[in-house]
Structure formats: C-alpha cells, structure tokens
Nanobody, 118 residues
C-alpha cells in the first residue's frame, strides 16, 4: 500500500516562495508518475505538475517558469518548488502517485493548504 504525506504549505505574500514536499512509502516510489494537483475553493481539481521515473516533467501553463517539480528517489520524496506566487495559486495541494502524466493514479495524500495574500 502506498502512503503519501505532504508538508510545506502555509501563508505567504504574493511574490514569495514555498516548497512543498511529499514523502512516499513503499518501494515502488522509484517507478511510475508522481504529480501535484490542486483544488481552489469553488473550482475543480487541476493538475499542476507531474514527473516520471525517468525525470520527464509537465506543467500547467499558468505555473510554467515559476514552479519546479523534482523527485529524490533515495528519500522517496517529491518536491514542488513554487516561486513568484500569486493569489490565484491559493488552493489545497495534493500529491498523487500514478502511472500516466496526464491522469491521476489511485494514491493521494491528505493535502496541504497554500494561501497567497495579495
């Protein structure tokens, strides 16, 4: 069974940075796709960024150039570095473990709140 635990959310001002972490259990972390999704109040969940076991990445257009996803296989952890945060980035961010870049897999973390004040 895969377990995902996010951390690193918080309240920041526009223009500041945060780094989210997602610690995964299970030896299968080195394979598959790890992704970050987010859900803002009153909106649907959306893909923010994803990374394959080989290091290929994709990003939502609105975060390209500001966010960076990375994974540390030795630590079973995936990160989301968020720079130049905007108020529209405010959401609950979820870590996901799956098999395809564009579709979520069956494993989700509990979520971490990111609030950006303008």
């Amino acid at each position: 069974q895969v377990q995902l635990v996010e951390s690193g959310g918080g309240l920041v001002q526009a223009g500041e940075s945060l780094r989210l972490s997602c610690a995964a259990s299970g030896s299968v972390f080195s394979r598959g796709v790890m992704a970050w999704y987010r859900r803002a109040a009153g909106k649907q969940r959306e893909l923010v960024a994803a990374i394959t076991s080989g290091g290929s990445t994709i990003y939502q257009d609105s975060v390209k150039g500001r966010f960076t996803i990375s994974r540390d296989k030795a630590k079973n952890t995936v990160y989301l570095r968020m720079n130049s945060l905007k108020s529209e980035d405010t959401a609950v961010y979820y870590c996901n473990r799956g098999y395809e870049l564009l579709n979520p897999g069956p494993y989700w973390g509990q979520g971490t709140q990111v609030t950006v004040s303008s």
